[in-house]
């Protein structure tokens, strides 16, 4: 019999597929790591599990203890599935602004999710920074990940994602690239490429424009889960060696692109990926392979950046340019 013992057993390697159209007239081969197929559905399982297993050893998350952080998302889904297995209780806190789909998500799960009101100032008692704090003081046995700080975040990637990329690769990656968010993906992952290469794998990250990695000041952008208003402990500013800005519109066409061209229904923080991907491969040449992280599907995001009108009402999608479909023949 073949069978893994639990799905925690399933988090990582994860395959690299070739990228075949979006790629047309481009020199250089282009690698997607999908992280999708982690059993929560986005590379943040492997965060999850390295704080939890750290915290364990340190004595931090006891028995029957309780996991309190404020995400909305993909973090919260990782450490939901990694505490069942080990019977921990979770509680997210999110502000109200997240979608209902993402709040329902995580209760599926079985986490416990706390809605704190968006419209109030960080320093208000009741933002979701000061209401995640009180909860993890006052929960007895209760533990705060703080994936912007806690070091297993870019670890796991160090220990994981960076060796498997460097196996898959036989050692021929040229190029890593993937988008920033709390950095922990591109110090872990860029920090092991360089020692295994001896410093020849250029790394390079992508980022909204408007966020502080490229040099903004933290303007709004819709791109969710990359870009920051300020600068995480978990990033690592010797490890970059480029930050290519990657605009809302470019980000959510080229999302687009992957669905319907290489069947990659993946979420809007991968279109940024791989257009700075594609732009760094349109300067390589045949000998070169790029390998670019995708952190999570698309599902998430169909009333979004897959939605024509939601396109159409930030200006994305110019009225009249959506594909003619069979019902506008009729
Ligand atoms: N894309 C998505 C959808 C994410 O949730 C995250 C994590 N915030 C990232 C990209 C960026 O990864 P990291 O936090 O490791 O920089």
Same mark, same amino acid.
């Given at each position: 019999?073949?069978?893994?013992?639990?799905?925690?057993?399933?988090?990582?390697?994860?395959?690299?597929?070739?990228?075949?159209?979006?790629?047309?007239?481009?020199?250089?081969?282009?690698?997607?790591?999908?992280?999708?197929?982690?059993?929560?559905?986005?590379?943040?399982?492997?965060?999850?599990?390295?704080?939890?297993?750290?915290?364990?050893?340190?004595?931090?998350?006891?028995?029957?203890?309780?996991?309190?952080? $404020?995400? @909305?998302?993909?973090?919260?889904? *990782?450490?939901? +599935?990694?505490? &069942?297995?080990? #019977?921990?209780?979770?509680? /997210? !806190?999110?502000?109200?602004?997240?979608?209902?789909?993402?709040?329902?998500?995580?209760?599926?799960?079985?986490?416990?999710?706390?809605?704190?009101?968006?419209?109030?100032?960080?320093?208000?008692?009741?933002?979701?920074?000061?209401?995640?704090?009180?909860?993890?003081?006052?929960?007895?046995?209760?533990?705060?990940?703080?994936?912007?700080?806690?070091?297993?975040? $870019?670890? @796991?990637?160090?220990?994981?994602? *960076?060796?498997? +990329?460097?196996? &898959?690769?036989? #050692?021929?990656?040229?190029? /890593? !690239?993937?988008?920033?968010?709390?950095?922990?993906?591109?110090?872990?992952?860029?920090?092991?490429?360089?020692?295994?290469?001896?410093?020849?794998?250029?790394?390079?990250?992508?980022?909204?424009?408007?966020?502080?990695?490229?040099?903004?000041?933290?303007?709004?952008?819709?791109?969710?889960?990359?870009?920051?208003?300020?600068?995480?402990?978990?990033?690592?500013?010797?490890?970059?060696?480029?930050?290519?800005?990657?605009?809302?519109?470019?980000?959510?066409?080229?999302?687009?692109?992957?669905?319907?061209?290489?069947?990659?229904?993946?979420?809007?923080?991968?279109?940024?990926?791989?257009?700075?991907?594609?732009?760094?491969?349109?300067?390589?040449?045949?000998?070169?392979?790029?390998?670019?992280?995708?952190?999570?599907?698309?599902?998430?995001?169909?009333?979004?950046?897959?939605?024509?009108?939601?396109?159409?009402?930030?200006?994305?999608?110019?009225?009249?340019?959506?594909?003619?479909?069979?019902?506008?023949?009729?």
């Amino acid at each position: 019999m073949h069978y893994y013992d639990n799905v925690v057993e399933l988090i990582g390697n994860t395959p690299l597929v070739k990228l075949r159209n979006v790629t047309a007239g481009i020199p250089a081969t282009v690698l997607a790591k999908v992280e999708y197929l982690n059993p929560g559905g986005s590379v943040k399982d492997r965060i999850a599990l390295r704080m939890v297993e750290e915290a364990e050893q340190a004595g931090l998350l006891k028995p029957g203890g309780t996991i309190v952080e $404020p995400t @909305s998302g993909n973090t919260g889904v *990782g450490l939901a +599935l990694v505490a &069942q297995l080990r #019977g921990y209780r979770c509680v /997210f !806190v999110c502000p109200d602004k997240v979608s209902q789909d993402k709040q329902d998500v995580l209760r599926a799960y079985g986490a416990e999710v706390v809605v704190c009101p968006t419209a109030v100032a960080p320093e208000d008692p009741r933002s979701y920074y000061n209401v995640s704090d009180r909860l993890a003081r006052e929960i007895p046995g209760a533990w705060k990940p703080d994936q912007y700080s806690n070091q297993a975040n $870019p670890r @796991s990637h160090y220990e994981t994602t *960076g060796p498997e +990329l460097w196996k &898959q690769t036989d #050692g021929r990656i040229t190029h /890593f !690239v993937a988008g920033v968010g709390t950095g922990g993906t591109i110090s872990g992952v860029g920090r092991y490429l360089k020692e295994a290469s001896g410093g020849a794998v250029r790394i390079v990250g992508a980022d909204p424009e408007g966020s502080v990695y490229s040099g903004g000041t933290g303007r709004p952008y819709l791109v969710e889960g990359v870009g920051e208003d300020f600068w995480p402990e978990t990033y690592d500013r010797t490890v970059c060696d480029e930050i290519v800005e990657v605009s809302d519109k470019t980000s959510f066409e080229l999302t687009r692109r992957l669905a319907r061209e290489e069947g990659l229904l993946v979420g809007g923080s991968c279109g940024m990926a791989v257009a700075a991907a594609l732009e760094v491969a349109r300067r390589g040449t045949p000998d070169d392979v790029v390998v670019v992280l995708l952190p999570d599907g698309g599902r998430g995001y169909l009333s979004k950046l897959f939605n024509d009108e939601w396109m159409a009402r930030y200006g994305f999608l110019e009225t009249g340019t959506a594909e003619p479909t069979v019902s506008d023949a009729l």
